[in-house]
């Protein structure tokens, strides 16, 4: 209900400081016209349909290989983040959660990329710890999980930035790119999908979280 009200407030808004680009946005929109072109392979799309269309083209085949991909990476995702959950550490969980969301998503436009932030909290505190923990001459971190934590760190970056902007887009432009544009237009599916991949490797030594009456706390030894 106050998700529905919210939206009800900010189309209300708008409209009542630009009532006419308002109407047109939403009478387009609502028509199916969104001037874009193509919107699967539209540059700001940024999941990984997006990128697998504007590399391979919007054959049949590719649309099938998409789907599956994405199906694929949202259960491997979830179940990473889940391992992640039982360890204890739902800011990882919630954020491998989000990124396989984005990632799965048949169009993640790169505004909806704001549910990094879980991420970029995780990896700031992880980093802190690895880097107190080398100070103090601590048991060394898993070499999965400072490279889970630099792979999380370039994707905030990356998507924060946005360093593909400079790519032509819009009116099906994208499927004239060249090898190289094709490359930078899908670098976020690869980055997030090394990150979850390494996240995976590094779940696997991650002691279990158990319940106890004083609160969860770890149990010890290998799962």
Known sequence: LAAAVVMV?????????????????WSRLLSGGTGL???????YNQSLSGALLRVFGTGRWVHT????????????TVAVGAAW??????????????????LASPASWTNHYVWLLPSAVWAARRGQDIVAGLRHKAARPAPALVLAVIAAAVLVVWMSTCPFSYLPSGGDLELQYS???????????????????LM??????????????LGPRLAHGRR
């Open 9 to 25: 407030v900010t189309i209300a808004l708008g409209y009542a400081a630009a009532p006419r680009d308002s109407v047109v946005f």
């Open 85 to 102: 959950g039982r360890s204890g550490d739902r800011l990882a969980a919630l954020s491998l959660v989000a990124l396989g969301t984005l």
């Open 200 to 213: 995976a490797v590094a779940a696997r030594g991650r002691p279990r979280a158990v319940d106890t009456p």
């Open 65 to 76: 290989l998409a789907l599956l991909v994405s199906v694929v990476s949202a259960v491997v």
């Open 37 to 43: 072109g193509n919107t699967a392979v539209y540059l």
């Open 179 to 197: 090898a190289a544009d094709k490359a930078v237009s899908g670098l976020t599916a690869v980055i997030g999908l090394v990150f979850v991949a």
